[in-house]
C-alpha cells in the first residue's frame, strides 16, 4: 500500500510540474495568456512580408492589445491591424501608430 501511495505522489508531483514548466514567462507580472497573445502577434507580424519591416510596440492586457510606433503608409498600417485582430485571444486593438 505505502508502494502504492509513494508512486502516486511522485507521478503528480510529476505532472504538477510538467504543467508549470509549459506555462509562458510572465511578463512584468502579467496574465500568461497576455504573454502568449503578444508573442503571437509578433510571430504572425514578423512572417508577414509587409510588416516585417515593422518595428512596433505592443503591449496586451486581458486580451486587449495597444499598438505604437511609426507607420508610413495606410495599407501597412491596416494590413498590422488586421493582422494583430486576427490573432486568437485578441478581444480588441487600440491603435496608437503614428503614420507620416
Given at each position: 500500500m505505502s508502494r502504492l501511495l509513494v508512486a502516486w505522489v511522485m507521478m503528480a508531483w510529476a505532472m504538477i510540474g510538467a504543467g508549470c514548466a509549459s506555462l509562458p514567462a510572465l511578463d512584468n507580472g502579467g496574465d500568461p495568456s497576455d504573454t502568449a497573445?503578444?508573442?503571437?502577434?509578433?510571430?504572425?507580424?514578423?512572417?508577414?512580408?509587409?510588416?516585417?519591416?515593422?518595428?512596433?510596440?505592443?503591449?496586451?492586457?486581458?486580451?486587449?492589445?495597444?499598438?505604437?510606433?511609426?507607420?508610413?503608409?495606410?495599407?501597412?498600417?491596416?494590413?498590422?491591424?488586421?493582422?494583430?485582430?486576427?490573432?486568437?485571444?485578441?478581444r480588441g486593438v487600440i491603435d496608437k501608430t503614428l503614420q507620416f
Open positions: 497573445v503578444r508573442v503571437r502577434i509578433e510571430q504572425r507580424l514578423s512572417s508577414d512580408p509587409v510588416t516585417a519591416p515593422l518595428r512596433l510596440g505592443i503591449t496586451v492586457d486581458d486580451g486587449i492589445v495597444t499598438l505604437s510606433g511609426r507607420i508610413d503608409q495606410a495599407h501597412v498600417r491596416l494590413r498590422a491591424v488586421s493582422i494583430v485582430r486576427g490573432t486568437p485571444g485578441v
